[in-house]
Every structure is written in structure tokens, then in C-alpha cells.
């Protein structure tokens, strides 16, 4: 069965420093993968997508990924955080036989001054 | 285009009440969906549709039931409410071609926030 993990319930970065955010998937064939942002009260926002081709993938607000088939991982980087990017980041992977998405429970990020 | 739009965007319910939690898009999609969101838990999917008099279960449908009479619209209905439906509810929707590589942006409502006492 398909599923996906995000090792890091919450992560704390110093404004101006790297990020890097995991996100484990297990699926047979190749998956699509998604990250999605939620800002507090707020829905879920696309910020990239992985369906073919370049394993690094660039997103809105200067995120990017890179899928790793060898370590089923796809993990979200973004070179220098800023206070706005606090939020609730979400992995998902889609499955071939439906339209559906299988969510990881979510990574948050705390931004330090 | 307003996007995805949700009422009511809290509401406190008592066991055994029932309300209609509305969800309406203005894209034109095919696709909608529901979810609930835990702490902790990220996102399960309590109902789907893929067209208009087409809906489908998730993952959690239990206690929950939908109709889908419009492309716009997508209605959950809680009937007797219980303290385990206590979350935060999203709708999204997305347009799909049925396409290998047809998987498109899902687009989510700001979410209802209920709670059950």
C-alpha cells in the first residue's frame, strides 16, 4: 500500500538559514509527488510537483525538491527561510488507479528571529 | 474566480445534532473532494466525486454522506454528530483528464472548523 512519512513532527530554522524537510514515500510504481504549504488558518497551497523528467523540481516562493528513486525520498529545500515561510508543510504522493493523494501527517516549521 | 469557497467556517454541534457542511468551486472541475484534518494526522479523505451524480468513499466515510447534484457544488452531510468528528474539514477540487499525467493541482477551500460537545 501506498504511504508516505514525514520523519520531522516540527523543525526550527534561524531566519536567513538553509532548509531541508524529508518526506519517505513507498510505492511500487513511479509516483507523482507533491509538497503543499498551510499557512495558519488557511487551506493547502501547491508549492511544486513531481510527475517525469528532472529529478529537481523548482516551486513558488523559491522552494525546490529532488526526487530520489533510490531512497523513495523527495525532499523540500529552500536555500535562505524567511519569518513568512512559517507554516505546516505536507508531502503527498498520488496513486496511478485514481485521483486521490495519500498525505503525510505534516512537518512544522517554526522560524527563529 | 473566488476558487473554493466553504461554509460555515466554525461551528460548535452538539451530539446527535446534524448540519451540511458547503463546499463550491468555480473552475469548471471535474473533481472534488473531502477531507478531514487531525492533529498530527495530515489529511484523510472522507468522500470523493468525479463528476457531477458521481461520488465515491474514502478512506473515513463513516458517519458522513454527500451528494454531488452540480459540478459546482459538493455538499458533506454529518447526521449525528459525535465528539470523534470533531476536526477541521477541507474541500478541494481539481481538473482531471483521465490521462496518465493528467493529475493536476488539487485547490482547497480556508476549511470548517467544527466541534462537537
Known amino acids: 500500500a501506498q504511504s508516505v512519512t514525514q520523519p520531522d513532527i516540527h523543525i526550527t530554522v534561524s531566519e536567513g538559514a538553509s532548509l531541508e524537510l524529508r518526506c519517505n514515500y513507498s510505492?511500487?510504481?513511479?509516483?507523482?509527488l507533491f509538497w503543499y504549504v498551510q499557512s495558519p488558518g488557511q487551506g493547502l497551497q501547491l508549492l511544486l510537483k513531481?510527475?517525469?523528467?528532472d529529478t529537481l523540481v523548482q516551486g513558488i516562493k523559491g522552494f525546490e525538491a529532488e526526487f530520489k528513486r533510490s531512497q523513495s525520498s523527495f525532499n523540500l529545500r529552500k536555500p535562505s527561510v524567511h519569518w513568512s515561510d512559517a507554516a505546516e508543510y505536507f508531502c503527498?504522493?498520488?496513486?496511478?488507479?485514481?485521483?486521490?493523494?495519500?498525505w503525510g501527517a505534516g512537518t512544522k516549521l517554526i522560524i527563529k528571529p | 474566480n473566488a476558487g473554493v469557497t466553504q461554509t460555515p467556517k466554525f461551528r460548535i454541534l452538539k451530539i446527535g445534532q446534524s448540519m451540511t457542511l458547503q463546499c463550491t468551486q468555480d473552475?469548471?472541475?471535474?473533481?472534488m473532494y473531502w477531507y478531514r484534518q487531525d492533529p498530527g494526522m495530515g489529511l484523510k479523505l472522507i468522500y470523493y466525486?468525479?463528476?457531477?451524480?458521481?461520488?465515491d468513499k474514502g478512506e473515513v466515510p463513516n458517519g458522513y454522506n454527500v451528494s454531488r447534484s452540480t459540478t459546482e457544488d459538493f455538499p458533506l452531510r454529518l447526521e449525528l454528530a459525535a465528539p470523534s468528528q470533531t476536526s477541521v474539514y477541507f474541500c478541494?477540487?481539481?481538473?482531471?483528464?483521465?490521462?496518465?499525467?493528467?493529475?493536476?493541482?488539487?485547490?482547497f477551500g480556508p476549511g470548517t472548523r467544527l466541534t462537537v460537545l
Open positions: 478541494a477540487s481539481s481538473r482531471t483528464s483521465g490521462t496518465r499525467y493528467s493529475y493536476n493541482e488539487q485547490f
Open positions: 473552475m469548471n472541475h471535474n473533481y
Open positions: 466525486s468525479v463528476g457531477a451524480g458521481i461520488t
Open positions: 510505492y511500487g510504481a513511479t509516483p507523482y
Open positions: 513531481y510527475f517525469s523528467g
Open positions: 503527498a504522493v498520488g496513486a496511478d488507479s485514481n485521483y486521490q493523494l495519500i
